[in-house]
């Protein structure tokens, strides 16, 4: 029995490149995503993009300030514990 045929595709005069449509739906690629292009010893490996590009907690701190009284731990855990309530009694019906 002969393996499955792989999908081909072609590489146009401006370098483009179809990825077949199954592929591209298996992965959940819409048109305008982001792709990364790594060379491997077996060829060319594309990555979706991650939406933001990587930071440091130095580079966004403060960049939702809060005005109000310091929260303490279990007030900031007992918000979590309320909001995962809200969002399983959301998700049930």
Same mark, same amino acid.
């Given at each position: 029995?002969?393996?499955? &045929? %792989? !999908?081909?595709?072609?590489? @146009?005069? %401006?370098?483009? =490149?179809?990825?077949? %449509?199954?592929?591209? &739906?298996?992965?959940?690629? @819409?048109?305008? +995503?982001?792709? +990364? =292009?790594? &060379?491997? *010893?077996?060829?060319?490996?594309?990555?979706?993009?991650? !939406?933001? *590009?990587?930071?440091? !907690?130095? $580079?966004?701190?403060?960049?939702? !300030?809060? @005005?109000?009284?310091? %929260?303490?731990? $279990?007030?900031?855990?007992?918000?979590? *514990? *309320? &909001?995962?309530?809200?969002?399983? /009694?959301? /998700?049930?019906?």
């Amino acid at each position: 029995m002969a393996p499955p &045929e %792989k !999908p081909m595709t072609t590489l @146009s005069t %401006k370098g483009q =490149v179809i990825l077949p %449509k199954a592929v591209r &739906e298996r992965r959940r690629w @819409s048109p305008g +995503t982001r792709l +990364t =292009v790594e &060379e491997t *010893a077996d060829g060319v490996l594309l990555t979706a993009a991650p !939406p933001f *590009a990587p930071s440091r !907690p130095d $580079e966004v701190f403060g960049s939702l !300030p809060w @005005s109000g009284a310091a %929260k303490s731990l $279990e007030e900031m855990e007992a918000g979590i *514990a *309320a &909001e995962a309530r809200r969002r399983r /009694d959301r /998700d049930r019906y």
